[in-house]
């Protein structure tokens, strides 16, 4: 006997998308994970836009990750236009990101994920009995975007980050105000960790994961990096970013407005617990105790310990980014301001890591310093084979199960990804045999 089980709209993740499985009996014959968000055409958008206009542009592909898409436009423009910047232009910037993991995590764990693990619909439900919980996660959520909008001029969709450089660095001020607020942000962040460990077991996925993320070597990081690092069945391969492509292999599905990516033809994971599995030795001996509270085992074979990792990162954030903050006390600043920029033509490619995984930006100027080629590949694009992997063990796992329970678990795995569906669909493109239709 067939069923279809569908969800028709995912709730409690950014954009619009839903979830349709197809059971022959106990016997799983389609897992599909439907992106209906709307194309933003991104990468026609910015085609023909000068060199300085393009971060601003691409930061509004989405309100969450507008940090990491800003910066990373600027590395692959400073890339291409062979723009060198100075240290601490590179260490404002490590905040900047950090700062965005901080608020990014915070709502994700306490506002989107949570309730599916205490049984309430939403965040507001919740707070009702956990009320606490709930003013925690809004407290780091601010924590996080008071670091960009001192850095990037606004919370969201920075201004103040600009090619070469900061219009401004940040006053004394400033950062004293940052440096009182990140000493509250490690005592909530404990708090934080203490909470997450009280939530019930999801064990309901158990699957060989491949995990990707950006290499970092000196410390654990989401910039700077050379080198792509892919990790499954115990073994390590790098890419360099030059060759993102080997990695990413996007291809239209019919069933989404999102291309996937496979490595090898085979889905990975991007994210959180992604760096973990590839950066994990270089986490602080803090990070390393909240991984112990949680039970956190690595590599992992369940989706769900993204949540997990995440607050690892939490922690890990908040710790490196009140170091940041006291070194940057005693620097001079001054040197974070942009050069004189002569445009020529070249090509540049920056690989981030944003909040939900690895972000990609690769451009081609003329020598007028004008955009002649722009390629966009985001976390949630990435990882759209990978949720269906997934979906697909859960289903296996518990066919035996009602429609509503297994409904829950699907939900739960991709809220556990964390999608941000908006950057996923930058654009399609089509290739016709022929006529034209």
Request: charged share 25%.
């Amino acid at each position: 006997m067939t069923r279809t089980i569908r969800v028709e709209h995912l709730a409690r993740v950014e954009g619009h998308g839903g979830i349709t499985v197809t059971l022959d009996g106990e016997r799983v014959e389609s897992v599909h994970f439907d992106v209906i968000e709307g194309a933003r055409l991104l990468e026609r958008l910015v085609r023909s836009r000068r060199y300085d206009e393009i971060a601003p542009i691409v930061s509004r592909i989405c309100a969450i990750c507008s940090a990491a898409h800003s910066l990373t436009s600027l590395q692959a423009t400073e890339a291409a236009l062979g723009i060198e910047v100075s240290p601490t232009t590179r260490l404002l910037r490590d905040l900047m990101l950090r700062g965005e993991n901080i608020e990014s995590h915070a709502l994700h764990i306490f506002l989107l994920a949570a309730p599916d693990y205490l049984d309430y619909p939403s965040a507001i439900a919740m707070a009702g009995r956990h009320r606490d919980a709930v003013a925690l996660g809004l407290r780091l959520k601010r924590l996080g975007n008071m670091i960009q909008e001192v850095l990037g001029g606004r919370a969201i969709h920075p201004v103040n980050a600009v090619v070469g450089g900061f219009g401004h660095p940040p006053s004394t001020e400033e950062l004293v105000a940052l440096e009182d607020a990140l000493e509250s942000g490690v005592s909530d962040a404990l708090t934080a960790t203490e909470f997450v460990a009280s939530l019930p077991t999801a064990d309901f996925c158990d699957t060989e994961t491949t995990f990707a993320a950006l290499e970092t070597p000196e410390r654990y990081g989401y910039a700077d990096g050379k080198h792509i690092t892919v990790r499954r069945s115990g073994t390590a391969q790098r890419i360099p970013i030059a060759d993102y492509r080997s990695l990413t292999n996007e291809r239209v599905v019919p069933h989404s407005h999102a291309k996937h990516s496979l490595y090898d033809e085979q889905p990975f994971m991007v994210g959180a617990l992604a760096r973990l599995a590839v950066n994990g030795g270089g986490l602080t001996e803090a990070a390393r105790s909240v991984m112990r509270t949680l039970e956190l085992q690595l590599p992992s074979r369940n989706p769900m310990d993204n949540n997990k990792a995440q607050t690892v990162e939490l922690i890990l954030d908040i710790e490196l980014a009140l170091g940041i903050v006291r070194r940057l006390l005693s620097t001079d600043l001054h040197d974070t301001a942009p050069a004189p920029i002569v445009p020529r033509a070249g090509t540049g490619t920056a690989v981030t890591e944003a909040p939900r995984g690895l972000l990609v930006h690769s451009y081609t100027y003329d020598a007028d310093g004008r955009i002649a080629r722009a390629d966009v590949i985001t976390p949630t694009a990435m990882n759209a084979a990978s949720l269906e992997h997934h979906f697909q063990d859960a289903v296996t796992r518990g066919a035996a199960l009602d429609d509503a329970a297994l409904r829950k678990r699907l939900e739960m795995i991709a809220r556990a990804y964390d999608p941000c569906i908006s950057c996923s669909v930058h654009l399609i493109r089509r290739r016709f045999e022929g006529r034209r239709p």
